[in-house]
């Protein structure tokens, strides 16, 4: 008995030192607290961008992982802004591709928008249709898996660059051209969604675009349907807006397997 009154009374001088001196408790959160603020002080900006999380509000949008990046001025923020791809888990398509603009040192990230692109990996006929490869005063190539699936420059003259982007999905090759409008990356160009739309001609001078853009039809008179549309910047309206069309139809002629022009 005398044994069981000692060990209570131990037990209790043990809370009550306990209750009187909870900085053993306080420690252990000071401690863990200043870690995780080290490593993410340590983390580089590159190490950031490789390791990005998509943000909840992009639900519909799987979380990819980094592909490559290119540097430029988009936005106009005069700091140094880099807008990197992201692809899915298991294979090469793009998925997504964000623009982070860093803190006037270099050091930090500042803001990040979200490009809404994504595409499948391009073979050398997907690239062909694009027209890119021949648009060199386009600007700077956007090159991803050895393939041109884009091109960046300040075409338009207005102090930012643009993002000139094609996307295979389906049959389908079209034309994804965004700037920065102050707010969010918007696409510059309405197209509808044809089969195909190459860039066939450029005037850097008269900043006007001319795409061939192209509806295939199977078992019909007509079996392409080409429209030559040439665009023009419209800076108040921040879109290229069309300047002139012409359309032509086309049947295939299976002996010598080519789209002759009807006329």
């Known amino acids: 008995m005398k044994q069981f009154f000692t060990f209570l009374l131990i037990v209790l001088i043990c809370i009550s030192c306990k209750k009187n001196n909870p900085s053993s408790e306080i420690i252990i959160e000071s401690q863990d607290n200043p870690v995780r603020a ?31 990046q290119i540097e430029g001025n988009f936005t106009g923020s005069g700091k ?14 793009i998925n997504a591709a964000f623009c982070f603009v860093c803190d006037s040192d ?42 041109i699936i884009g091109r960046v420059s300040d075409f338009n003259g ?15 090759i079209e ?15 309405k197209l509808g969604s044809p089969d195909r739309a190459p860039i066939i001609s450029i005037d ?34 921040h879109q290229y807006e069309l300047l002139t069309s012409e359309t032509r139809n086309y049947q295939w002629n299976r002996n010598t397997k080519a789209y002759e022009e009807i006329r």
């Open 175 to 189: 034309p994804y051209f965004f700037e920065f409008n102050g707010i969010e990356f918007e696409g510059i160009i």
């Open 80 to 93: 140094r802004e880099i807008i990197a791809f992201y692809k899915y888990k298991n294979r090469d398509s």
């Open 38 to 68: 080290v490593e993410d002080e340590s983390e580089t900006i590159q190490e950031t961008i490789e390791n990005y999380t998509f943000p909840y509000t992009l639900q519909s949008v799987d979380q990819g992982f980094f592909a490559f």
């Open 204 to 237: 850097p001078k008269e900043k006007v675009l001319t795409l061939s853009i192209r509806d295939y039809f199977d078992g019909q008179d007509i079996n392409l349907i080409e429209r030559i549309n040439a665009y023009i910047w419209n800076n108040t309206v």
């Open 106 to 147: 270099g050091k930090n990230i500042e803001n990040v928008y979200y490009i809404k692109y994504g595409t499948i990996e391009f073979d050398e006929k997907d690239e062909a249709d694009t027209g890119l490869v021949e648009s060199s005063n386009l600007g700077i190539a956007i090159t991803y898996k050895d393939r």
């Open 158 to 172: 207005n102090g930012v660059e643009e993002l000139f982007l094609y996307a295979v999905s389906g049959r389908n």
